[in-house]
């Protein structure tokens, strides 16, 4: 069995400005300052942040599911603004998931404002099929609220 969510969500900040964290480890840096005790901490495995980077998300107690999730970044896309990674190890792979793919696209809305599209996309033996209602997207509308309004207050100080 195939499928797919996606979440949007508007960041009143330029699209340029969301990709530069987007797209390297400083999505991660404030991930871990703002939000750690919702999320849980990333901690980076291997690499600079570049495709075949290794995070380990070690999820916060009390969040349902398996403790953690490892992911390798498999493309990042500078013109379209997109980023893509694999969840390799714990996360879906634990519940039974055989592929769950996670794509953070930034997208123009004008020049002062964004949408962070988030999508998981998965593959599941159809006997586990009741197992694919626990994919969500909620803890990526988290994280690009939180990014989100962080960027911007640091937009507005800086005018």
Known sequence: MHGHLSQDTLIKVPAAVVW????????????????????????????DGGVGTILKITFAPGIPGPSYLSEI????????????SEN??????????????????????????CIVRSTIEYEIDDKFK????????????????CIGKYLEEKMRSAN
């Open 73 to 84: 970044f498999t493309k990042i896309d500078d013109e379209m603004r997109v980023k893509e």
């Open 130 to 145: 009741d197992i694919a209602s626990q994919v969500n997207t909620r803890p990526q509308e988290i994280m690009n609220g």
């Open 20 to 47: 530069d964290v987007y797209r390297t480890l400083e999505l991660a840096r404030l991930v871990n300052e703002l939000i750690q005790d919702v999320f849980g901490k990333i901690e980076v495995v291997q690499g």
């Open 88 to 113: 390799i190890e714990g996360g879906y792979k634990d519940l039974g998931f055989e592929r769950c793919g996670f794509r953070l696209h930034i997208i123009e809305k004008d020049v002062e404002s």
